[in-house]
């Protein structure tokens, strides 16, 4: 027979539960991580081809700053590992005339002393000739930040987890009794009728939190669909590929992308959020205006990929909090539940962070960070973190 006692159960072995795990089980804890179609699985917010991570976030210093813990943690995984799961590719932040939000990163970047380099126009246009300067007044270039292979740095995780003695297993669980308040959960019940039970719980599933807690989480968490494109670049032109293509935002038009990385092609995503998504539900074929709005941007932006050819798509979820922040948090209805999620579309940079967080909070029952906590989640959106 499996063991079904255990320390601390995690569920979803997503970023934010593998992270978790992770931590968990280094500081010599019996550990169980449950997901219910495996580790960054396809339809997972941590399940895509690539991420960005980047330093900068405007005057927010606290996720600078965890950025920068993150990116040491996953550059240490791609050691041990000897994978590469980190690709220092830089960052550069596009922006248009009178742009404060570039402004103040540059700022918050120069006191947590993270390296960034100014770029006026014509000095973004000859160190990058593939970018058109159409409407952009200057740029901010990271050099240390880069991108993520996503999928395989939580798979690589995983499994190393395992060899330092996680138990992982697949497994899909039940809805979560929240009417009695102030109680201690005993035991989670997978929908086979496997019980396990733990001193402690962590629930880290994503788009799939509000459908677990709905009392808690149905109006805190809204899960939208995301339509991210790889196109074919120019045969025999490295121009859009790394190194000489880094990953970039464009702050003001919310666009997004990341250079050809292993040959999948040109990645580029519109930031907006869309429309709301099940996450169990949703059929992943991408959408014909949200193509035409990216071939669209490209074309201004990149001439070269003006009627590129269409390599790939996916259809992914962000799981918005109202503004952002995440929630990482202990559960009120539970004294030994515990929430890590709200990722809000640029959590997975700051996994190992948040991992670290999630583990102390678990094993002190308070966290010491009032903007993660539920009871200060809105449950209109007006975001503000990027």
């Known amino acids: 027979m499996p063991e079904t006692c255990f320390d601390f159960v995690v569920v979803g072995a997503g970023c934010f539960g593998a992270w978790t795990a992770h931590a968990l089980v280094r500081a010599g804890h019996k550990v169980l991580l449950l997901d219910a179609h495996g580790p960054a699985h396809s339809r997972a917010s941590s399940g895509g081809e690539s991420r960005v991570i980047r330093m900068g976030y405007g005057p927010d210093e606290l996720y600078t700053r965890w950025s920068v813990r993150s990116l040491a943690a996953w550059k240490a995984l791609a050691a041990r590992s000897r994978r590469p799961l980190f690709r220092q590719t830089g960052m550069l932040w596009l922006a248009g005339a009178g742009s404060d939000y570039v402004v103040e990163t540059e700022r918050t970047l120069a006191r947590a002393g993270v390296p960034q380099e100014h770029l006026t126009a014509s000095e973004l246009s000859r160190r990058f000739p593939q970018i058109s300067t159409s409407g952009i007044d200057c740029a901010l270039w990271e050099p240390g930040s880069g991108a993520l292979m996503a999928r395989q740095a939580v798979q690589t995780l995983v499994a190393e987890s395992i060899a330092e003695g996680l138990n992982y297993r ?33 629930f880290a599933c994503g788009a799939w939190l509000p459908k677990l807690f709905p009392r808690l989480l149905g109006s805190r968490i809204f899960p939208t669909r995301q339509e991210i494109f790889f196109f074919a670049t120019p045969p025999g032109d490295d121009a859009f590929s790394a190194p000489a293509m880094p990953a970039w935002f464009h702050h003001p038009a919310l666009v997004y992308g990341i250079p050809d990385l292993d040959h999948r092609g040109f990645k580029i995503s519109v930031d907006e959020h869309g429309p709301a998504i099940d996450p169990d539900r ?76 999630a583990a102390r909070l678990a094993l002190a029952g308070a966290g010491d960070e009032p903007r993660f906590a539920v009871a200060g989640k809105a449950t209109t959106q007006r975001r503000s973190v990027y």
Do not use: W
Request: net charge negative; charged share 20%; with cysteine.
């Open 170 to 202: 697949t497994a899909a669980i039940a809805v979560a009794d929240e009417t009695a308040a102030g109680t201690t959960m005993d035991r989670i019940v997978t929908r086979d009728g496997t019980q396990y039970s733990a001193a402690r719980y962590v």
């Open 282 to 357: 949703e059929d992943r074929a991408p959408g014909a205006d949200a193509l035409a709005r990216a071939r669209a941007y490209l074309a201004i932006r990149f001439p070269k990929l003006a009627g590129a050819a269409l390599a790939e798509s996916r259809v992914c979820q962000y799981e918005n909090t109202a503004n952002g922040d995440f929630i990482i948090d202990r559960h009120p209805a539970f004294d030994n539940v515990f929430i890590a999620g709200g990722g809000s579309g640029h959590g997975f940079k700051h996994g190992p962070a948040v991992g670290d967080y």
